[in-house]
């Protein structure tokens, strides 16, 4: 009777360490964008999509973060194509997040931005942190 019991324990702990490793195979990948261009911007959003349909967005998670002169091609009367496209991509589960020391910088508030937009202190300890957690960094 104890060996049944040893049996199960150890099949218990196999599983639920086979269920943990599972969902550590999502996938994280940073995006940076820094330059006050619609090009980058785009070159990010794209990359942020493409990613999404190769690993499928259940499988990964997608961040851009924009800071510097980057900031102000998320305001709220970016050019229509950008506006489109930043709301497509959150609503597909992307996260773009805002530098707070560069919006004051450009003298931005949060009304001044697209909705979607969420905000971090500091773009680049957010990209240092990120990395450090192990997530893929691009920079388009």
């Known amino acids: 009777m104890n060996m049944k019991r040893l ?37 990010a959003l794209n990359s942020a999509r493409n990613i999404q349909h190769v690993f499928g967005p259940e499988n990964i998670e997608v961040e851009i ?3 510097g002169d980057g900031v102000k091609t998320l305001k709220y009367y970016a050019p229509i194509p950008i506006a489109d496209r930043v709301k497509e991509v959150t609503t597909e589960g992307v996260r773009i997040v805002a530098c707070e020391i560069a919006m004051r910088t450009h003298k931005l508030r949060p009304s001044d931005m697209l909705e979607q937009v969420r905000y971090v202190q500091s773009g680049v300890a957010e990209i240092i942190e990120k990395q450090t957690e192990g997530w893929s960094y691009i920079r388009p």
């Open 7 to 43: 049996i199960l324990v150890v099949l218990l702990c196999l599983s639920t360490s086979i269920a943990v490793a599972a969902e550590q195979v999502k996938y994280r990948v940073l995006i940076q964008v820094d330059e006050d261009s619609i090009d980058k911007m785009n070159s």
């Open 65 to 67: 973060v924009v800071y």
